[in-house]
């Protein structure tokens, strides 16, 4: 009876279930939303995996014995193999932060007496983002770019032969059993690579994210400094009649990063998987040309060829009134068709996403005909 009320004041209020204000206390937290600079540390677009098939049970070893049966014959079991290491593209995956250093199939199960096999090693699934390309010394082995895709990364070892497997006329009683064989082992490079039909590409601060906020439903950072994108961001662009396109956001490019200067060579790679390039330019800038030279010269020094895909010049912010004086000088430096919009107000967007569809129904048309 002592005891009771030195047990009341030494329990937390956290434990009390009557309480109404302490219940309240216990109720789960809404998450706050992560900051795009905090993103970077979740996402990752590179990892070095070892993965190593599960070993193959051994063989059984043993002999049918029972009462007036003495000499019954071997009925050793064979072992059960190992189990997979399986990579499987995974659409709801950003990212392959997730993704672990190492994995391990399952081992099989040992033989068994009464001829019973020894039970298969279960498989290891390691989900990846859709995108994600596979290497090994420096050799593509696998491209996963479909959902539910999968590729064996390493396989389980076979599972060893119970001595009932030699029986043979010549050998009536064999007592030869064999272990399970190792599993495969190697080293993978995994490498994300953003899947989209078309890619944004720009400096910073040109309005790529403002741009794709407006076209799409994908919500990257928007804000007044450089480098407000630190992560490739995909949206899609929905048609009447139920067509989409997917827009990649990548994170902007500075002089010099085919040297890997700024975010450099990281997000310079997103760029090959995209068929059509929108090259977005300020044009609120002095000589929004030079802007488009210089973009191409890194796509270019990148991968050779990467620049002449087809595309449209965006002429971003004519908002602006030294955007509207820059306009014509731009058109007249440029060959390509320039389409002069503003993603803040979403004066013209109505041009880009007609164009953009003429020109994903011309991609669509050409791979179709090659097959």
């Known amino acids: 009876g002592l005891w009771k009320p030195l047990l009341l004041l030494l329990s937390p209020a956290g434990f009390s279930t009557t309480c109404a204000r302490c219940a309240k206390d216990r109720r789960l937290r809404q998450k706050r939303a992560i900051s795009e600079r905090q993103l970077t540390r979740y996402f990752v677009d590179q990892r070095k995996v070892r993965v190593v098939g599960g070993h193959g049970g051994g063989g059984g070893h043993s002999f049918y014995s029972e009462p007036r049966k003495v000499f019954g014959g071997p009925d050793g079991g064979n072992g059960g193999d190992g189990g997979h290491v399986i990579l499987k593209a995974d659409q709801?995956?950003?990212?392959?932060?997730?993704?672990?250093?190492?994995?391990?199939?399952?081992?099989?199960?040992?033989?068994?007496?009464?001829?019973?096999?020894?039970?298969?090693?279960?498989?290891?699934?390691?989900?990846?983002?859709?995108?994600?390309?596979?290497?090994?010394?420096?050799?593509?082995?696998?491209?996963?770019?479909?959902?539910?895709?999968?590729?064996?990364?390493?396989?389980?070892?076979?599972?060893?032969?119970?001595?009932?497997?030699?029986?043979?006329?010549?050998?009536?009683?064999?007592?030869?059993?064999?272990?399970?064989?190792?599993?495969?082992?190697?080293?993978?490079?995994?490498?994300?690579?953003?899947?989209?039909?078309?890619?944004?590409?720009?400096?910073?601060?040109?309005?790529?994210?403002?741009?794709?906020?407006?076209?799409?439903?994908?919500?990257?950072?928007?804000?007044?400094?450089?480098?407000?994108?630190?992560?490739?961001?995909?949206g899609i662009v929905h048609y009447q009649d139920y067509e989409q396109v997917a827009v990649a956001d990548i994170p902007g490019l500075i002089k010099g990063a085919h040297q890997n200067r700024g975010l450099g060579m990281a997000f310079l790679k997103h760029i090959e998987r995209c068929r059509l390039l929108l090259y977005v330019v300020d044009l609120s800038l002095p000589q929004p040309w030079v802007q488009l030279q210089h973009l191409k010269y890194e796509l270019e020094e990148y991968e050779k060829g990467l620049s002449e895909r087809p595309g449209v010049v965006i002429g971003n912010k004519i908002d602006l009134a030294q955007s509207r004086i820059n306009l014509p000088l731009l058109r007249e430096q440029v060959a390509e068709r320039v389409i002069a919009l503003s993603a803040l107000t979403g004066d013209n967007l109505e041009e880009l996403l007609l164009h953009l569809r003429e020109l994903y129904d011309t991609y669509v048309k050409t791979e179709q005909s090659q097959g």
Not at 108 to 115: L, P, T, V
Not at 161 to 183: I, M, V, Y
Not at 189 to 195: D, G, I, M, R
């Open 92 to 234: 709801q995956m950003k990212s392959l932060s997730s993704v672990f250093p190492f994995y391990q199939g399952f081992h099989g199960g040992r033989g068994g007496s009464k001829n019973c096999y020894g039970a298969n090693g279960a498989h290891v699934y390691v989900k990846v983002p859709v995108g994600t390309v596979v290497k090994e010394d420096g050799r593509v082995v696998a491209d996963l770019t479909q959902h539910g895709e999968e590729f064996i990364a390493a396989y389980g070892g076979a599972g060893g032969k119970g001595n009932r497997f030699f029986l043979s006329n010549e050998s009536r009683a064999p007592t030869l059993f064999t272990p399970g064989e190792p599993g495969q082992e190697r080293l993978l490079h995994l490498e994300l690579k953003t899947t989209a039909h078309a890619g944004l590409v720009g400096f910073p601060n040109a309005g790529k994210s403002s741009l794709l906020r407006a076209i799409s439903r994908a919500k990257p950072a928007v804000a007044a400094y450089p480098f407000t994108t630190l992560n490739p961001h995909v």
